[in-house]
């Protein structure tokens, strides 16, 4: 499966960890700072849905691609009344985008997928369409999820949905040595705790990459979208 020389960009999801309404924040923080950092670097950026953007551009992939993994908060939670730290986890998910043809020998039975219609949303949740156009595709034998409302039909986005489920089994397959889909019966479940790198702003400010080593106190700075801060030692 060496698909990497024809990507077409990438797929990042952010996931909230357990948490509440602190993880949720926190996973829409993380994504508001990799569609920053996008536009930044000059790349083009579709949104896809709540927290998943596909990202085109040049060296996309490369850049980005060891942002996979669990991302920790240290801060004064703004929904704690006692005004107490909290640490929140979130999960970053990043696949590539791989052109079409190339996943058409993918074949996942009808009965392994769970789909969901909903209404389409805009920021802030409102509702931006009357009929049920967005799609949720679970696959139901490892507990991947994949969803869309980006597109105007609900065709349109069933396939980019789907889509990206095939990517993210393409690349379990590859981690896990497997050949075939059929063989990916075990539950794929986030490992909270395992940290690839912590923001923390209280009760002192720093952004850490724990595999790099590499620390650096601007942490507003980097979750405003200068992510090459931290990534400068890659």
């Known amino acids: 499966m060496s698909y990497h020389n024809t990507i077409l960009g990438v797929y990042l999801s952010v996931l909230a960890g357990a948490g509440g309404d602190d993880a949720k924040d926190w996973a829409d923080m993380l994504f508001r700072m990799y569609v920053r950092y996008a536009d930044r670097k000059g790349w083009k950026t579709t949104i896809i849905d709540d927290r998943t953007i596909h990202i085109k551009g040049e060296g996309v992939y490369d850049v980005l691609k060891l942002e996979n993994g669990v991302h920790r908060l240290v801060r004064i939670s703004p929904f704690d009344a006692k005004k107490l730290r909290h640490?929140?986890?979130?999960?970053?998910?990043?696949?590539?985008?791989?052109?079409?043809?190339e996943l058409s020998s993918v074949r996942i039975p009808e009965k392994d997928l769970k789909m969901d219609f909903f209404r389409s949303s805009g920021p802030g949740g409102q509702n931006v369409n009357k009929v049920e156009t967005a799609v949720r595709i679970v696959h139901l034998p490892t507990g991947i999820v994949a969803s869309s409302q980006s597109e105007r039909a609900q065709s349109a986005n069933r396939d980019r949905a789907l889509e990206i489920i095939k990517i993210k089994l393409l690349e379990l397959m590859k981690e896990r040595h497997e050949t075939a889909v059929e063989n990916l019966r075990v539950k794929v479940k986030p490992e909270?705790?395992?940290?690839?790198?912590?923001?923390?702003?209280?009760?002192y400010k720093q952004v850490k990459d724990h595999r790099t080593g590499e620390k650096n106190s601007r942490v507003e700075e980097v979750l405003g979208g200068n992510l090459d801060l931290i990534l400068g030692a890659r």
């Open 87 to 101: 640490t929140s986890f979130a999960l970053v998910e990043l696949i590539p985008a791989i052109p079409t043809p």
């Open 192 to 203: 909270w705790g395992h940290e690839i790198r912590s923001y923390v702003l209280h009760p």
